[in-house]
């Protein structure tokens, strides 16, 4: 029965191949847009402008209030797999 499966099914398996693949991709992009340490490293950032008079205190309470809500996505996406 294995062999008849397998030759039944071999004409689909480029497609399958591509599938995989595909899945692959949105894993690996997945895992890079709920990655909390590039959010992290643009606080820092942020900070850093801030302190040096690179931006005023009102452009850095909008962004900082951005980022915020995206640590927050971030920690809500991970919390869904606890």
């Known amino acids: 029965m294995g062999l008849l499966t397998y030759l039944l ?5 480029p497609v399958r191949a591509v599938v995989w693949a595909a899945q692959r991709v949105a894993e690996q992009a997945e895992d890079e847009y709920y990655d909390p340490a590039p959010v992290w490293r643009e606080l820092a ?4 402008r801030l302190v040096s008079g690179e931006i005023d205190q009102d452009t850095f309470d909008h962004r900082e209030d951005e980022l ?9 996406f991970h919390q869904q797999f606890r």
């Open 9 to 13: 099914t071999l004409p689909v398996a």
């Open 45 to 48: 950032a942020l900070e850093r």
């Open 68 to 76: 915020i809500d995206r640590l927050t996505e971030i920690a809500e």
